[in-house]
């Protein structure tokens, strides 16, 4: 499968990984939407997290304990998980993510 997570799982294409374990990767997205973006993924193939937690719920937890994890080991108090589902919500990359955001401010009203 031509899938460009899966090859930065397998390390075929580069990323700036800052956790890996047997089941997840978690890696800098390249196009940051805030100071910290950090982008995790299961190692194995789901189109995205829905269906990561429709087959392994246990697998979904992981993906947001290793988030709170990350969020703590870089000092953020308040930061935003988010995983967008097809392709009208913004999802253009069919390997199930969740986006990692922090350092700077989402609260709306600004200010
Ligand atoms: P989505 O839009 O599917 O919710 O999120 C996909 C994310 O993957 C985007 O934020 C995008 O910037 C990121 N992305 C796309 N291609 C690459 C890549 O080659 N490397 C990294 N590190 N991130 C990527
Ligand atoms: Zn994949």
């Not at 460009?4 to 294409?13: A, E, H, Q, R």
């Not at 196009?31 to 719920?57: C, R, S, W």
Request: with cysteine.
């Amino acid at each position: 499968m031509d899938c460009l997570f899966c090859k930065i799982v397998s390390g075929d294409i580069p990323a700036t990984v800052v956790k890996k374990t047997d089941s997840i990767t978690a890696f800098k997205d390249i196009t940051p939407q805030a100071p910290t973006h950090v982008l995790i993924i299961p190692n194995k193939h789901f189109e995205n997290m829905a269906e990561v937690a429709n087959a392994d719920a246990d697998l979904a937890g992981q993906i947001f304990k290793v988030a709170g994890e990350i969020a703590h080991e870089l000092g953020l108090k308040s930061y935003r998980t988010n995983a967008n589902t097809g392709l009208e919500a913004g999802q253009s990359v069919f390997h199930a993510h969740l986006h990692l955001l922090g350092g700077r401010s989402f609260a709306w009203p600004p200010g």
